[in-house]
């Protein structure tokens, strides 16, 4: 063998080194790019991105998803503006609406919507108030209700009630309390005289004894878009394939959860094997058996498609306009981005 072929050799090899560090490294920042933090809150009607995540739907769009929990969905929007979250499960709330008037952040898609002959969000009074007559959505003026914060979907639904039954949220005492677990003990302490809660949480606390539930929104504010999928305006700017991919795994969680939880009646064991998905994120601390007929019973309609039902965000964003806690220049286009999903 000649030195000269000996070097020539040598380089290739380490040229063929050199190669596979670099395509190593591109590899390494891919995947780095497509770790993503997700805020939720551990309920029910989340559970599309908990399907997808266990079932393979992220890792087949090439995304790493990790889901980082919180106790109110106000703070799931900061966290996204912060950049501590890649996105989030969230309401429209004042909160939201102002970080997205900021250009922070925006909806991409849309994830809990009421709907007829569909449980949804239950308004439940608490024991001592019930006794006392608060027996129907009409006796909620005068009463304190607990949300929150000011601004919350939770004080969206009270004002659309109030407006309903010919009141306004200005007659009802609203508690702000910051959190879902303190909403929970004040109606059960009797300190609030009652709350909007998801069905999960609403009727195991009618079971217990601990409140009634007294009407559900979906009869008096159907076409209401509750939660939205929402993410930074860096991200749809610079990488709006990434939010499609996002997009793409949630929907077919959410296709998964509509299917088999709408209608449990129509496959039992499907039923049982995503009740046990559900409950590691859901009622975690609580045995299967007891967790199962909670998640059973909190089962919420999800938007097809991760579609997005414009109309009544707009309606949320003119309401929280009307009340002050918002800019009255904040155009829709603000806060919505249509160019992901359906939208009506």
Same mark, same amino acid.
């Given at each position: $063998?000649? $030195?000269?072929?000996?070097?020539? !050799?040598?380089?290739?090899?380490?040229?063929? +080194?050199?190669?596979?560090?670099?395509?190593?490294?591109?590899?390494?920042?891919?995947?780095?790019?497509?770790?993503?933090?997700?805020?939720?809150?551990?309920?029910? !009607?989340?559970?599309?991105?908990?399907?997808?995540? #266990?079932?393979?739907?992220?890792?087949?769009?090439?995304?790493?998803?990790?889901?980082?929990?919180?106790?109110?969905?106000?703070?799931?929007?900061?966290?996204?503006? !912060?950049?501590? @979250? =890649?996105?989030?499960?969230?309401?429209?709330?004042?909160?939201?609406?102002?970080?997205?008037?900021?250009?922070?952040?925006?909806?991409?898609?849309? /994830?809990?919507?009421?709907?007829?002959?569909?449980?949804?969000?239950?308004?439940?009074?608490?024991?001592?108030?019930?006794?006392?007559?608060?027996?129907?959505?009409?006796?909620?003026?005068?009463? !304190?209700?607990?949300?929150?914060?000011?601004?919350?979907?939770?004080?969206?639904?009270?004002?659309?009630?109030? #407006?309903?039954?010919?009141?306004?949220?200005?007659?009802?005492?609203?508690?702000?309390?910051?959190?879902?677990?303190? $909403?929970?003990?004040?109606?059960?302490?009797?300190?609030? =005289?009652?709350?909007?809660?998801?069905?999960?949480?609403?009727?195991?606390?009618?079971?217990?004894?601990?409140?009634?539930?007294?009407?559900?929104?979906?009869?008096?504010?159907?076409?209401?878009?509750?939660? @939205?999928?929402?993410?930074?305006?860096?991200?749809? #700017? #610079?990488?709006? =394939?990434?939010?499609?991919?996002?997009?793409? +795994?949630?929907?077919?969680?959410?296709?998964?959860?509509?299917?088999?939880?709408?209608?449990?009646?129509?496959?039992?064991?499907? /039923?049982?094997?995503?009740?046990?998905?559900?409950?590691?994120?859901v009622y975690t601390s609580r045995p299967y058996?007891?967790?199962?007929?909670?998640?059973?019973?909190?089962?919420?309609?999800?938007?097809?498609?991760?579609?997005?039902? /414009?109309?009544?965000?707009?309606?949320?964003?003119?309401?929280?306009?009307?009340?002050?806690?918002?800019?009255?220049?904040?155009?829709?286009?603000?806060?919505? =981005?249509?160019?992901?999903?359906?939208?009506?």
């Amino acid at each position: $063998m000649t $030195m000269r072929y000996r070097l020539h !050799s040598r380089r290739a090899l380490l040229g063929a +080194a050199a190669a596979l560090i670099a395509a190593a490294g591109i590899a390494q920042t891919a995947v780095a790019a497509d770790k993503l933090v997700v805020g939720a809150l551990r309920f029910t !009607s989340h559970s599309g991105g908990f399907i997808a995540l #266990e079932k393979g739907y992220f890792k087949q769009e090439g995304l790493d998803v990790e889901f980082r929990f919180f106790q109110a969905a106000a703070p799931t929007a900061v966290a996204v503006a !912060s950049g501590d @979250a =890649d996105f989030a499960i969230a309401g429209i709330t004042g909160g939201f609406i102002n970080l997205a008037g900021k250009g922070a952040i925006k909806a991409v898609g849309g /994830v809990l919507h009421e709907r007829k002959n569909v449980d949804g969000m239950a308004l439940l009074a608490s024991k001592k108030a019930y006794e006392a007559g608060l027996t129907k959505p009409a006796h909620l003026k005068g009463k !304190s209700l607990a949300m929150t914060q000011v601004g919350s979907t939770f004080h969206y639904m009270g004002a659309v009630t109030a #407006e309903k039954f010919g009141f306004s949220i200005e007659d009802i005492r609203v508690r702000p309390l910051q959190k879902v677990g303190a $909403m929970i003990g004040a109606l059960k302490s009797g300190q609030v =005289d009652a709350m909007f809660m998801v069905p999960h949480i609403a009727k195991p606390l009618q079971r217990a004894g601990a409140g009634k539930i007294v009407g559900w929104l979906r009869d008096w504010h159907p076409n209401y878009q509750i939660t @939205a999928l929402i993410t930074s305006t860096r991200n749809i #700017e #610079e990488k709006p =394939d990434l939010v499609r991919k996002f997009l793409r +795994a949630y929907a077919k969680g959410i296709a998964d959860f509509n299917r088999v939880m709408l209608d449990q009646k129509k496959d039992p064991a499907a /039923v049982e094997a995503m009740v046990k998905t559900i409950h590691k994120y859901v009622y975690t601390s609580r045995p299967y058996a007891k967790a199962a007929r909670s998640i059973k019973a909190g089962a919420m309609y999800l938007n097809p498609g991760a579609s997005l039902d /414009v109309k009544s965000v707009k309606h949320q964003l003119e309401w929280n306009q009307s009340q002050g806690y918002v800019k009255k220049d904040i155009a829709l286009d603000r806060i919505v =981005d249509t160019s992901f999903v359906k939208t009506n």
